[in-house]
């Protein structure tokens, strides 16, 4: 049964993609373009963040932690941090969908390697100053 269907089907993809010319990408020098549903980093406008919990909640493996406090001239909360542990995110969105500001969003952020693990621990509202900063200048 080895020699049978399977195996012509096999080799007739294998001989097509073979004849067909090589598609190289120049990576660091050219970045790719990604479509718009690529879900690849997660970004924060922690002006917009109301510390409402959802997306935490939201989140099938628990990787938002948001501490906040209540603002006693206001009356409301005030986001004080916001963490991602993005070693252990899915990227499914879900926690985006939830956010009923849209502060939280999927981002086409790719380049999220890191040497070590706890790097894979973001502040997001530090990561969002520096994003800010990044797209000023």
Known sequence: ?????GLFTGLNITFKKMLKPNV???????KPELPTTVRSSMGL???????????ANACPNKVIAINSEKDEETKKKVLKSY??????CLFCGLC???CPTKALTLTQEYENAVYYP???????????KRNRKEGTE
């Open 1 to 5: 049964m080895l020699f049978g269907k």
């Open 24 to 30: 190289t990408e120049f990576y660091p020098e050219t």
């Open 45 to 55: 406008d922690p002006d917009k963040c109301i510390s409402c919990m959802m997306c």
């Open 83 to 88: 963490e991602m542990n993005l070693g252990r």
């Open 96 to 98: 985006t969908e939830a």
């Open 118 to 128: 706890e790097h894979l621990k973001w502040d997001m509202i530090e990561r969002s």
